[in-house]
């Protein structure tokens, strides 16, 4: 929650992979917080379904087709976000997958490529296209999605994955540290197992739910809605002395 309640109003946020999960209902409680919501996503059919219903919560909203991997495709996203709204406060970097499971030795080098593709060279296009625009208003905060994996490395399925989350978490705290004194604020969260899409690909059995709850103490899944709570904590102006930093949200779990 802000220090001030209606600080959100009118303030500008561009959310990338806003098309589902994590994503999405992140879009929704901006638009709860009356914020301008640009909606980006490779899948635009799904960008303008959120788009549509942040309208109808009453804020406005704008949706964007855009591939992360591309440079100019994420450079439009920007230029079309500021073209409707004059201004982008918030970045919020959601896209991001696994591709797929794999063991490490038979991870090649397309899925190693495509994982960095989507999830480092994203989020590392995102940031700077928007950064110059924070950095000629003198403020924004970017919050970038991480992984609890990157603690655990991905052992058996995605190392892949897990070490780009630790790419994310890094490039994260240099940029916060690099703009800390040009009033942008950068931070990443490294979720647990959250009920999306995303985390039903890995759902592949009983068992395999089991062994992912077996491992929360809370002995349930996240809800997207619990990491879009923190990241609007982080873009409010209640957490004005914390940048470069990660905060695990993951029911206690995740160590093992
Ligand atoms: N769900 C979890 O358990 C979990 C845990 C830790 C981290 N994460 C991370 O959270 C983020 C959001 O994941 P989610 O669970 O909401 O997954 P999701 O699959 O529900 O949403 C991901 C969104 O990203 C979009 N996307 C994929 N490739 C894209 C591209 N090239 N350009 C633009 N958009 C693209 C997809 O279309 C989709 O709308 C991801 O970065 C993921 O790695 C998720």
């Known amino acids: 929650m802000p220090k001030t309640p209606d600080y959100f ?3 500008t946020i561009v959310i990338t992979g806003a098309a589902s999960g994590i994503g999405r209902a992140t879009a929704l409680i901006f638009a709860r917080e009356g914020a301008n919501v640009v909606a980006g996503d490779i899948d635009g059919e799904g960008a303008r ?5 942040v309208e109808q919560m009453g804020a406005a909203a704008l ?19 500021l073209a409707r709204f ?14 797929r499971r794999s063991t490490f030795l038979e991870i090649d080098d397309d899925l190693w490529e495509r994982t960095y593709d989507l999830n480092v060279k994203g989020v590392f296009h995102c940031m700077q296209a928007v950064l110059p625009h924070m950095l000629e208003a003198g403020q924004g905060v970017i919050v970038n999605v991480s992984s609890m994996s990157h603690k655990r ?8 994955y897990a070490s780009s989350k630790g790419a994310v978490l890094t490039m994260t705290l240099g940029v916060a540290r690099e703009f800390a004194d ?10 647990g197992p959250i009920n999306t899409p995303f985390q039903a690909t890995s759902q592949t059995s009983p068992e395999q739910v089991a062994k992912f709850l077996a491992d929360v103490p809370m002995g349930r899944f996240g809800e997207p ?15 004005g002395f914390m ?14």
């Open 63 to 81: 949706a964007v087709e855009a591939d992360v991997t591309h440079r100019d495709q994420v450079e439009d996203l920007i230029e079309q976000a």
């Open 153 to 160: 490395g991905g052992p058996g399925s995605s190392v892949h």
């Open 225 to 239: 809605e619990e990491i879009g709570e923190m990241v609007l904590f982080m873009c409010s102006d209640a957490c």
């Open 182 to 191: 040009k009033g942008i604020r950068c931070l990443s969260i490294s979720p």
């Open 86 to 99: 004059g201004r982008i406060d918030f970045q919020f970097n959601s896209a991001g997958s696994a591709i």
């Open 243 to 256: 940048t470069a930093d990660t905060v695990y949200i993951n029911g206690g779990g995740g160590w093992r």
């Open 9 to 11: 109003q009118g303030k």
């Open 49 to 53: 379904r959120t788009a549509q219903q």
